[in-house]
């Protein structure tokens, strides 16, 4: 702190949230550098045919000095395109790809080239491509696993966020909340008291989007409103006023013309956001209770797809040297199979999560 010319003292401000981005920018471009290198190094020993006969212990020591440098710069790449694109989780998510690339392309590509001398070689490139890409993998699912949780915690504040551009406010009711089923419109917040013996949902007790006549939508009940008293404590609040415009066209009849279209209507709009109080905790327990359910079956999938790709890739093998079908089969393990579906899992999360809010509140269908 200094004192300013006032006599008054100024403070430093350091924004912190922006240092930290700058500081993985710099990051980032190094360790993709880091990265960089590894990962060529490993194509080069590959595809340069080197391991296509015995390797000495030096080629084997610097392939995993190359693997080690290929981690580091893959998690250090990871980790700060995270924090410099952290709004942006499709981002990390193209990253989780590169590591799932990294975790089944290596071992593709050691098995078409690998001599039975140099399976040793071949399993360092394998294991450190794995050690990055299950790192990587690893990551971007806490990263994933941060955006479900900041979506269901930040649930009640979208729908504030909602009721608030509808105009609505906090209901005040005297009986107890009933979480067990859904209120009907005349119990919503601006179904006005002072109409409710002219609604013609009220009287028939069915929800006003099901008969497709109520209270905010027919010009001759809002027309019956405003004659009824003059009083401003019966007038309809600011978020479901009608322009002049909508009376002038009005019905003689209630029923017989609507001036908005129920999805632009607050009672319904609150009707929706009520939908997906109750939808949004179901989905989660319901994608949980579905993934277990289906994991034996889709064990088995794998484990017949893993069949299938060894039995291919050694029918068109053009060395009957190489061992093709047994590096594939490597993938068939419980730990390959329980990292992939956790992960698979946690994207199908947060995808169901984000197409239940699409389809409840901004499309309406549901």
Same mark, same amino acid.
Request: overall charge positive; glycine content about 8%.
């Given at each position: 702190?200094?004192?300013? @010319?006032?006599?008054?003292?100024?403070?430093?401000?350091?924004?912190?949230?922006?240092?930290?981005?700058?500081?993985?920018?710099?990051?980032?471009?190094?360790?993709?550098?880091?990265?960089?290198?590894?990962?060529?190094?490993?194509?080069?020993?590959?595809?340069?045919?080197?391991?296509?006969?015995?390797? !000495?212990?030096?080629?084997?020591?610097?392939?995993?000095?190359?693997?080690?440098?290929?981690?580091?710069?893959?998690?250090?790449?990871?980790?700060?395109?995270?924090?410099?694109?952290?709004?942006?989780?499709?981002?990390?998510?193209?990253?989780?790809?590169?590591?799932? !690339?990294?975790?089944?392309?290596?071992?593709?590509?050691?098995?078409?080239?690998?001599?039975?001398?140099?399976?040793?070689?071949?399993?360092?490139?394998?294991?450190?491509?794995?050690?990055?890409?299950?790192?990587?993998?690893?990551?971007?699912?806490?990263?994933?696993?941060?955006?479900?949780?900041?979506?269901?915690?930040?649930?009640?504040?979208?729908?504030?966020?909602?009721?608030?551009?509808?105009?609505?406010?906090?209901?005040?009711?005297?009986?107890?909340?009933?979480?067990? @089923?859904?209120?009907?419109?005349?119990?919503?917040?601006?179904?006005?008291?002072?109409?409710?013996?002219?609604?013609?949902?009220?009287?028939?007790?069915?929800?006003?989007?099901?008969?497709?006549? !109520?209270?905010?939508?027919?010009?001759?009940?809002?027309?019956?409103?405003?004659?009824?008293?003059?009083?401003?404590?019966?007038?309809?609040?600011?978020?479901?006023?009608?322009?002049?415009?909508?009376?002038?066209?009005?019905?003689?009849?209630?029923?017989?013309?609507?001036?908005?279209?129920?999805?632009?209507?607050?009672?319904?709009?609150?009707?929706?956001?009520?939908?997906? @109080?109750?939808?949004?905790?179901?989905?989660?327990?319901?994608?949980?209770?579905?993934?277990?359910?289906?994991?034996?079956?889709?064990?088995?999938?794998?484990?017949?797809?893993?069949?299938?790709?060894?039995?291919?890739?050694?029918?068109?093998?053009?060395?009957?040297?190489?061992?093709?079908?047994?590096?594939?089969? @490597?993938?068939?393990?419980?730990?390959?199979?329980?990292?992939?579906?956790?992960?698979?899992?946690?994207?199908?999360?947060?995808?169901?999560?984000?197409?239940?809010?699409?389809?409840?509140?901004?499309?309406?269908?549901?």
């Amino acid at each position: 702190m200094r004192q300013g @010319r006032g006599g008054g003292r100024s403070t430093l401000k350091i924004d912190f949230a922006q240092k930290l981005r700058d500081y993985s920018v710099t990051a980032m471009k190094l360790a993709a550098v880091a990265f960089a290198i590894g990962f060529a190094y490993y194509l080069y020993a590959i595809y340069g045919g080197h391991l296509s006969e015995a390797v !000495g212990q030096r080629v084997t020591s610097n392939l995993r000095l190359m693997g080690q440098v290929m981690a580091l710069g893959g998690i250090i790449f990871t980790i700060s395109l995270i924090i410099v694109t952290y709004e942006e989780i499709a981002v990390a998510v193209v990253a989780g790809l590169v590591g799932v !690339g990294l975790i089944l392309g290596f071992p593709l590509m050691v098995a078409g080239k690998v001599a039975p001398a140099a399976q040793a070689a071949g399993t360092i490139i394998t294991k450190w491509a794995a050690i990055t890409g299950q790192a990587m993998v690893v990551i971007v699912g806490f990263r994933i696993l941060i955006e479900i949780v900041n979506y269901i915690r930040e649930a009640p504040a979208r729908r504030a966020l909602m009721a608030e551009a509808d105009g609505l406010k906090p209901k005040k009711t005297t009986s107890a909340a009933r979480s067990w @089923r859904f209120s009907r419109c005349w119990e919503m917040p601006y179904c006005h008291e002072a109409i409710k013996d002219l609604c013609p949902a009220f009287k028939n007790r069915k929800n006003c989007w099901r008969l497709k006549q !109520g209270c905010n939508c027919d010009p001759h009940l809002i027309e019956s409103l405003l004659k009824r008293g003059g009083s401003t404590d019966v007038l309809p609040e600011r978020g479901s006023a009608y322009i002049r415009s909508d009376l002038e066209t009005g019905a003689h009849q209630a029923g017989t013309q609507r001036t908005r279209e129920c999805r632009n209507c607050p009672i319904f709009n609150e009707h929706q956001r009520e939908k997906f @109080r109750l939808l949004n905790p179901l989905m989660i327990a319901g994608t949980i209770v579905a993934l277990a359910a289906a994991y034996p079956i889709m064990r088995a999938l794998y484990a017949r797809f893993i069949e299938f790709t060894a039995a291919l890739a050694q029918r068109f093998a053009l060395s009957e040297t190489v061992p093709v079908a047994q590096w594939i089969e @490597r993938f068939d393990s419980p730990a390959v199979w329980t990292f992939f579906y956790v992960i698979v899992g946690l994207l199908l999360l947060s995808y169901v999560l984000k197409a239940v809010e699409w389809a409840v509140l901004k499309r309406k269908f549901i």
